[in-house]
Protein backbone atom coordinates (compact mmCIF):
# COMPACT_ATOMS: atom_id res chain seq x y z
CA UNK A 1 0.00 0.00 0.00
CA UNK A 2 1.47 3.42 -0.91
CA UNK A 3 2.14 5.72 1.50
CA UNK A 4 -0.89 8.42 2.17
CA UNK A 5 0.27 11.39 0.20
CA UNK A 6 3.14 9.90 -2.21
CA UNK A 7 0.77 10.54 -5.37
CA UNK A 8 2.10 14.16 -5.81
CA UNK A 9 5.67 13.26 -4.88
CA UNK A 10 5.59 10.42 -7.16
CA UNK A 11 4.16 11.82 -10.46
CA UNK A 12 5.99 14.98 -9.76
CA UNK A 13 9.31 13.08 -9.50
CA UNK A 14 8.57 10.81 -12.71
CA UNK A 15 7.45 14.20 -14.78
CA UNK A 16 10.71 15.94 -13.61
CA UNK A 17 12.51 12.16 -14.99
CA UNK A 18 10.47 12.36 -18.07
CA UNK A 19 11.82 16.25 -19.07
CA UNK A 20 14.99 14.90 -18.56
CA UNK A 21 14.48 11.49 -20.28
CA UNK A 22 13.84 13.86 -23.44
CA UNK A 23 16.33 16.65 -22.53
CA UNK A 24 19.36 13.41 -22.67
CA UNK A 25 17.91 11.01 -25.67
CA UNK A 26 15.21 12.46 -27.31
CA UNK A 27 11.19 11.54 -27.04
CA UNK A 28 11.55 8.12 -29.48
CA UNK A 29 14.31 6.92 -26.91
CA UNK A 30 12.62 8.03 -23.81
CA UNK A 31 11.47 4.89 -23.20
CA UNK A 32 9.73 3.77 -19.35
CA UNK A 33 12.60 1.52 -18.53
CA UNK A 34 15.07 4.64 -19.32
CA UNK A 35 12.36 7.04 -17.48
CA UNK A 36 12.03 4.49 -14.62
CA UNK A 37 15.64 4.36 -13.76
CA UNK A 38 15.89 8.52 -14.19
CA UNK A 39 13.37 8.21 -11.28
CA UNK A 40 14.77 5.35 -9.12
CA UNK A 41 11.12 3.84 -9.42
CA UNK A 42 10.42 0.51 -11.18
CA UNK A 43 8.60 0.56 -14.53
CA UNK A 44 5.53 -0.85 -13.08
CA UNK A 45 4.84 2.63 -10.57
CA UNK A 46 4.65 4.51 -14.06
CA UNK A 47 1.65 2.45 -15.32
CA UNK A 48 -0.16 2.39 -12.27
CA UNK A 49 -0.04 6.36 -12.35
CA UNK A 50 0.11 7.42 -16.07
CA UNK A 51 -1.05 3.99 -18.19
CA UNK A 52 1.58 4.10 -19.95
CA UNK A 53 4.16 6.60 -22.45
CA UNK A 54 1.75 8.64 -23.73
CA UNK A 55 -0.32 9.42 -20.60
CA UNK A 56 3.03 10.37 -18.89
CA UNK A 57 3.71 12.93 -22.21
CA UNK A 58 0.24 14.25 -22.00
CA UNK A 59 0.84 14.59 -17.86
CA UNK A 60 4.07 16.41 -18.37
CA UNK A 61 2.95 18.44 -21.13
CA UNK A 62 0.20 19.83 -18.46
CA UNK A 63 2.63 20.40 -16.21
CA UNK A 64 4.56 22.69 -18.81
CA UNK A 65 1.22 23.83 -19.64
CA UNK A 66 0.66 25.27 -16.29
CA UNK A 67 4.16 26.71 -15.53
CA UNK A 68 3.92 28.65 -18.46
CA UNK A 69 0.19 29.57 -17.38
CA UNK A 70 1.34 30.73 -13.88
CA UNK A 71 4.46 32.53 -15.23
CA UNK A 72 1.95 34.61 -17.16
CA UNK A 73 -0.18 34.87 -14.62
CA UNK A 74 2.15 36.07 -11.35
CA UNK A 75 3.59 38.69 -14.30
CA UNK A 76 0.34 39.95 -14.79
CA UNK A 77 -1.10 40.19 -11.29
CA UNK A 78 2.49 41.89 -10.55
CA UNK A 79 2.18 44.92 -12.37
CA UNK A 80 1.54 48.48 -11.56
CA UNK A 81 -0.55 49.87 -13.87
CA UNK A 82 -3.63 48.32 -15.91
CA UNK A 83 -2.38 49.22 -19.66
CA UNK A 84 -3.30 46.76 -22.37
CA UNK A 85 0.74 47.36 -23.09
CA UNK A 86 2.01 46.58 -19.58
CA UNK A 87 -0.33 42.78 -19.68
CA UNK A 88 1.03 42.13 -23.55
CA UNK A 89 4.31 42.51 -22.61
CA UNK A 90 3.82 40.18 -19.32
CA UNK A 91 2.66 37.88 -21.62
CA UNK A 92 5.24 38.22 -23.92
CA UNK A 93 7.88 37.59 -21.08
CA UNK A 94 5.70 34.57 -19.88
CA UNK A 95 5.78 33.06 -22.60
CA UNK A 96 10.04 33.17 -22.39
CA UNK A 97 10.25 32.25 -19.12
CA UNK A 98 12.86 30.05 -17.58
CA UNK A 99 10.30 27.34 -17.31
CA UNK A 100 9.35 27.49 -21.10
CA UNK A 101 12.94 27.98 -22.64
CA UNK A 102 15.37 25.51 -20.43
CA UNK A 103 16.62 22.86 -22.94
CA UNK A 104 15.00 20.14 -21.32
CA UNK A 105 11.01 22.19 -21.87
CA UNK A 106 11.93 23.15 -25.30
CA UNK A 107 12.76 19.46 -26.29
CA UNK A 108 9.97 17.86 -24.44
CA UNK A 109 7.69 21.08 -26.17
CA UNK A 110 9.26 20.01 -29.85
CA UNK A 111 8.24 16.44 -29.03
CA UNK A 112 4.80 17.22 -27.81
CA UNK A 113 4.05 19.66 -30.55
CA UNK A 114 4.99 15.96 -33.38
CA UNK A 115 3.25 13.92 -31.56
CA UNK A 116 0.19 16.02 -31.18
CA UNK A 117 -0.01 15.35 -35.11
CA UNK A 118 -0.83 11.67 -34.51
CA UNK A 119 -2.60 11.51 -31.08
CA UNK A 120 -6.24 13.31 -30.24
CA UNK A 121 -5.45 13.65 -26.32
CA UNK A 122 -2.20 15.41 -27.24
CA UNK A 123 -3.78 17.34 -30.24
CA UNK A 124 -6.50 18.61 -27.56
CA UNK A 125 -3.80 20.09 -25.65
CA UNK A 126 -2.12 21.97 -28.05
CA UNK A 127 -5.32 23.26 -29.16
CA UNK A 128 -6.29 24.70 -25.61
CA UNK A 129 -2.74 26.12 -25.41
CA UNK A 130 -3.30 27.80 -29.06
CA UNK A 131 -6.41 29.19 -27.87
CA UNK A 132 -5.50 30.53 -24.52
CA UNK A 133 -2.55 32.60 -25.98
CA UNK A 134 -4.62 33.97 -28.83
CA UNK A 135 -7.60 34.68 -26.68
CA UNK A 136 -5.65 36.27 -23.86
CA UNK A 137 -3.58 38.52 -26.35
CA UNK A 138 -6.78 39.44 -28.38
CA UNK A 139 -8.57 40.41 -25.22
CA UNK A 140 -5.64 42.91 -24.67
CA UNK A 141 -5.81 44.36 -28.24
CA UNK A 142 -9.38 44.67 -28.19
CA UNK A 143 -9.07 47.28 -25.51
CA UNK A 144 -7.08 49.74 -27.69
CA UNK A 145 -7.83 48.26 -31.74
CA UNK A 146 -10.81 47.74 -33.53
CA UNK A 147 -12.17 44.05 -33.52
CA UNK A 148 -10.84 43.22 -36.86
CA UNK A 149 -7.28 44.77 -36.32
CA UNK A 150 -7.29 43.59 -32.94
CA UNK A 151 -7.43 39.66 -33.90
CA UNK A 152 -4.81 40.36 -36.53
CA UNK A 153 -2.71 41.90 -34.03
CA UNK A 154 -3.27 38.71 -32.03
CA UNK A 155 -2.47 36.44 -34.76
CA UNK A 156 0.56 38.08 -35.34
CA UNK A 157 1.62 38.31 -31.77
CA UNK A 158 0.97 34.40 -31.41
CA UNK A 159 2.74 33.68 -34.27
CA UNK A 160 5.78 35.72 -33.74
CA UNK A 161 5.98 34.24 -30.23
CA UNK A 162 5.93 30.72 -31.60
CA UNK A 163 8.64 31.50 -34.17
CA UNK A 164 10.53 32.88 -31.92
CA UNK A 165 10.94 30.07 -29.69
CA UNK A 166 10.72 27.56 -32.59
CA UNK A 167 14.09 29.45 -33.51
CA UNK A 168 15.42 29.29 -30.62
CA UNK A 169 14.83 25.97 -29.92
CA UNK A 170 16.32 24.83 -33.07
CA UNK A 171 19.71 27.07 -33.20
CA UNK A 172 21.50 24.82 -30.96
CA UNK A 173 22.64 27.88 -28.58
CA UNK A 174 21.03 29.18 -25.29
CA UNK A 175 18.06 30.40 -25.92
CA UNK A 176 18.51 34.49 -26.25
CA UNK A 177 15.41 35.62 -24.19
CA UNK A 178 16.07 39.52 -24.20
CA UNK A 179 16.60 39.20 -27.92
CA UNK A 180 13.17 37.28 -28.45
CA UNK A 181 12.01 39.62 -25.83
CA UNK A 182 13.01 42.81 -28.07
CA UNK A 183 11.62 41.52 -31.15
CA UNK A 184 8.23 41.09 -29.58
CA UNK A 185 8.36 44.21 -27.65
CA UNK A 186 8.67 46.13 -30.95
CA UNK A 187 5.89 43.90 -33.25
CA UNK A 188 3.89 45.46 -29.93
CA UNK A 189 4.32 49.17 -30.19
CA UNK A 190 4.04 48.54 -33.87
CA UNK A 191 0.23 47.03 -33.25
CA UNK A 192 -0.38 49.80 -30.08
CA UNK A 193 1.64 52.51 -32.59
CA UNK A 194 -1.75 52.53 -34.75
CA UNK A 195 -4.05 53.74 -32.39
CA UNK A 196 -1.81 56.96 -31.96
CA UNK A 197 -1.80 57.43 -35.96
CA UNK A 198 -5.39 57.18 -35.80
CA UNK A 199 -5.70 59.77 -33.36
Not at 32 to 56: T, W
Not at 69 to 78: L, M
Not at 95 to 123: C, I
Request: proline residues 3%.
Amino acid sequence: MPKVGMQPIRRSQLIAATLEAVDQVGMADASIAYIARLAGVSNGIISHYFKDKNGLLEATMRHLMQALHDAVSERRQALDEDSSRAHLRAMIDGNFDDSQVSGPAMKTWLAFWAASMHQPSLRRLQRINDRRLYSNLCGQFLRVLPTAEARDAARGMAALIDGLWLRGALSGEAFDTDQARQIAYDYLDLQLGKTAARG
